[in-house]
């Protein structure tokens, strides 16, 4: 999948349900973000990526693109 | 000499709290939506001078209505919230109830993998020839470890008790165990004060989460995704060493029992190690996270709901606090 459609995705696995989100989006300001939020993250990488991360690493996240560069933005296709 | 489970009863405390109350009170969820995805709607909280110890003697007496309670010769109780430091919760318990004086009786300290480590224990004393009749208990008032202004916590845990005789029998009904532990993840689903370690506060600094929840050292703490990511790498690998130690497969085993964390939680696991729904017990609904008592309220529930009966086999799986697991297969 390429960047926006990870955007995509995430977002509906996750329920956000801003839809001006873009990949600049400071993930603490969306609206309901909370520890159900991050788990819903854990699990969505986990599912697609086969990766884990920390909950430590999370809280270290701004944006999505801060997300996208630490699942590895090799595995992504380009737009 | 072998095994098998006799009875299952729980007991609950009669106070609910729904998730509009809590809707009401900290105004910034959405009940439903948390009931989509939780799978909790209602939780039982025990009053103020209500303790684990009262609601396993409910959850005693209930099982024991039906059975000679002269032949119960050991008393297990698990329980992370004791009414002492000391003497034993249990101790206190046997005479409550009117148990015989010459039997063993004590509590141990687990949490949501503790009703499997009873039924090994209980096990253990039947096979050894060291009991006949064992009286396990399961309960927690965790409730009474959250802060007030913590919504997290407050949504998932509930109180509760169960209590589960296991006696000897003919041929063995409790298969094999595969058990794990690691203490790493001890700071992340923990009551950091109150024991020795780090005494109780007066008056402790207040904590604050991302999600405005608040609580302080004298109170549980949990690491929600911490505790999720150690669920989705743990669990699959016991659920697999048990099938694999027990020489058989999901398809053989007529359901399945994990801990009833919260609905999304187990759902991801099923889906993970490829259980069928309708397999899959999925109830937590009316209860919350019962913690060691998930387990056997979930059994109480399927039986009653016939999803299953005499005969039946299920796996059962019990995961977090600690952290420690442990898995089992049962024949009913």
């Given at each position: 999948m390429n960047k926006n459609e990870f955007l995509n995705e995430i977002a509906i696995y996750c329920e956000f349900e801003d839809s001006s989100m873009t990949l600049e989006t400071i993930l603490k300001t969306i609206d309901g973000y909370d520890s159900l939020s991050v788990m819903s993250m854990i699990a969505f990488i986990d599912e697609n990526f086969g990766l884990k991360f920390s909950a430590k690493q999370f809280q270290n996240l701004t944006d999505f693109n801060s997300l996208i560069d630490l699942i590895g933005k090799e595995k992504f296709d380009n737009d | 000499m072998s095994a098998r489970i006799i009875d299952v009863k729980s007991y609950l405390p009669k106070n609910?709290?729904?998730n509009k109350?809590?809707?009401?009170?900290?105004?910034?969820?959405?009940?439903?939506?948390i009931e989509t995805k939780l799978g909790i709607r209602e939780r039982r909280i025990s009053d103020v001078n209500e303790t684990a110890g009262d609601l396993a003697y409910?959850?005693?007496?209930?099982?024991?209505?039906n059975y000679d309670r002269q032949k119960i010769d050991f008393l297990i109780l698990c329980t992370q919230s004791p009414d002492f430091f000391l003497p034993t919760t249990a101790c206190v318990l046997q005479e409550r109830i009117g148990l015989r004086n010459n039997i063993g009786a004590y509590d141990y300290n687990l949490g949501c993998s503790g009703y499997v480590y009873g039924l090994a224990m209980a096990k253990s004393y039947i096979n050894t020839g060291l009991a006949n009749s064992v009286l396990l208990l399961t309960a927690e008032t965790y409730t009474k470890h959250i802060h007030p202004k913590d919504l997290a916590n407050r949504t998932i845990f509930g109180d509760g008790a169960t209590a589960t005789i296991i006696e000897k029998a003919d041929k063995e009904?409790?298969?094999?165990?595969?058990?794990?532990?690691s203490g790493s993840g001890k700071n992340?689903?923990?009551?950091?004060?109150?024991?020795?370690?780090?005494?109780?506060?007066?008056?402790?600094e207040l904590k604050y989460t991302d999600s405005e929840d608040i609580y302080s050292d004298n109170h549980l703490y949990m690491n929600g995704p911490e505790i999720f990511n150690f669920s989705i790498e743990a669990v699959p690998v016991t659920v697999n060493n048990c099938i694999e130690k027990n020489k058989t497969n999901i398809d053989n085993l007529d359901y399945v029992i994990f801990h009833q964390a919260n609905k999304y939680m187990i759902e991801y696991l099923?889906?993970?190690i490829k259980i069928p729904k309708e397999k899959f017990h999925s109830d937590m609904m009316l209860t919350g996270n019962t913690v060691s008592s998930t387990i056997p309220i979930a059994i109480e529930q399927a039986l009653n709901d016939k999803l299953i009966k005499r005969g039946s086999k299920v796996l059962?799986?019990?995961?977090?606090?600690?952290?420690s697991w442990g898995t089992t297969i049962i024949e009913l």
């Open positions: - | 609910v709290i729904d109350d809590l809707a009401k009170e900290f105004n910034r969820w959405d009940p439903d939506k409910l959850a005693a007496e209930s099982v024991l209505h009904h409790i298969f094999e165990f595969d058990f794990g532990t992340n689903l923990i009551v950091p004060n109150g024991g020795f370690r780090h005494p109780y506060a007066q008056n402790p099923r889906k993970k059962l799986c019990g995961f977090g606090v600690g952290y």
